[in-house]
């Protein structure tokens, strides 16, 4: 049974850090790309970075040069550092993976940023 365990979120001020964890259970990686998603009170789901299996990494331009993803195959696990926070970053985060045609959510973690 494939699980996705996000972790991390908490309460931050403008301009802090978060380092989110995403872990897997049920699957290996390998060379399926990974996807941190984010949604906002009242606001759709959107895709803020995704991470390949070659490494090859990409992110909305809302949030680069702030947050960088990553990834330890050995942990089976994703992370997503994020810095200089914002208050239009406060959301629950979900971790993603598509693996033979089905989507692959985990239950999020709320991050909020605000003085």
């Known amino acids: 049974q494939v699980q996705l365990v996000e972790s991390g979120g908490g309460l931050v001020l403008p301009g802090g850090s978060l380092r989110l964890s995403c872990a897997a259970s049920?699957?290996?990686?390998?060379?399926?790309?990974i996807s941190w998603y984010r949604q906002a009170p009242g606001r759709e789901r959107e895709l803020v970075a995704t991470i390949t299996g070659g490494g090859r990494t990409n992110y909305a331009d809302s949030v680069k040069g702030r947050f960088t993803i990553s990834r330890d195959t050995g942990k089976n696990t994703v992370y997503l550092q994020m810095d200089s926070l914002k208050p239009e970053d406060t959301a629950i985060y979900y971790c993603?993976?598509?693996?033979?045609?089905?989507?692959?959510w985990g239950e999020g973690t709320l991050v909020t940023v605000s003085s």
């Open positions: 993603h993976i598509g693996l033979l045609g089905k989507d692959y």
């Open positions: 049920g699957i290996i990686f390998g060379s399926n790309p």
